[in-house]
Each structure stands twice: as structure tokens, then as C-alpha cells.
Nanobody
Framework: QVQLVESGGGLVQAGGSLRLSCAAS????????MGWFRQAPGKEREFVAA????????RYADSVKGRFTISRDNAKNTVYLQMNSLKPEDTAVYYC???????????????WGQGTQVTVSS
């Protein structure tokens, strides 16, 4: 059983930056792909970014390409989401997820964290 704990959320002005972290425990971190999703009030949860086990391959939602960067440190069992040029529409609860492959993580991760709130003020 994997445990995923997100941190780093908060309140930031539009144009600002935040870095989210997700610490994983419970199984071999480097064997799994990782991803970030978000859910805004009144909306369905949506894919944001994913990274494969080695960190070589990444995928992004069109809405965050060029602004967000996903990365991982397998020695620290942690995945990150660097968010730059934040917009009010990025406001959401951000969830960390883990899956057996980058594609499976995007489609149906299987394991989720509890989420961290990101609020971007205009």
C-alpha cells in the first residue's frame, strides 16, 4: 500500500510561482510513474502532468505546457510540480498520483494523495 503526501500549496498572486511536493512511501518509488491532477470547485478532476519512473519522459496538459514542470528525485521518493506564471484559473486542489506506467497514470492512476490547495488571486 502506497502513501502519498502532498505539500507546498498556498495562496499566490497571479504571475507568481509555487512548487508542490509529493512524498511517497510504502513501495519502491522508482518502479512507478507519478502524476499530478487538479480539481477546481464545481469541476471534475483533470490531468495536469505525469512523469515516468526514470524521469526521462513527461506529459503535460495543454493548459499548463510551458508554465509547469514535473520532476522527480528517486533518492528522496519525491515528485515535484514547479508552477510558474500562475493564473487564477489554476486555482484548485492538486493531487499526487502513482501508476504502473505514464499512460496508466494519466488514464487511471490507482493511488492518490489527499491533495493540497492552490489559490491564485487576480
Amino acid at each position: 500500500q502506497v502513501q502519498l503526501v502532498e505539500s507546498g500549496g498556498g495562496l499566490v498572486q497571479a504571475g507568481g510561482s509555487l512548487r508542490l511536493s509529493c512524498a511517497a512511501s510504502g513501495r519502491t518509488f522508482s518502479s512507478y510513474a507519478m502524476g499530478w491532477f487538479r480539481q477546481a470547485p464545481g469541476k471534475e478532476r483533470e490531468f495536469v502532468a505525469a512523469i515516468n519512473w526514470s524521469g526521462v519522459n513527461t506529459r503535460y496538459a495543454d493548459s499548463v505546457k510551458g508554465r509547469f514542470t514535473i520532476s522527480r528525485d528517486n533518492a528522496k521518493n519525491t515528485v515535484y510540480l514547479q508552477m510558474n506564471s500562475l493564473k487564477p484559473e489554476d486555482t484548485a486542489v492538486y493531487y499526487c498520483a502513482q501508476g504502473e506506467s505514464i499512460i496508466r497514470t494519466i488514464r487511471d492512476p490507482g493511488s492518490w494523495g489527499q491533495g493540497t490547495q492552490v489559490t491564485v488571486s487576480s
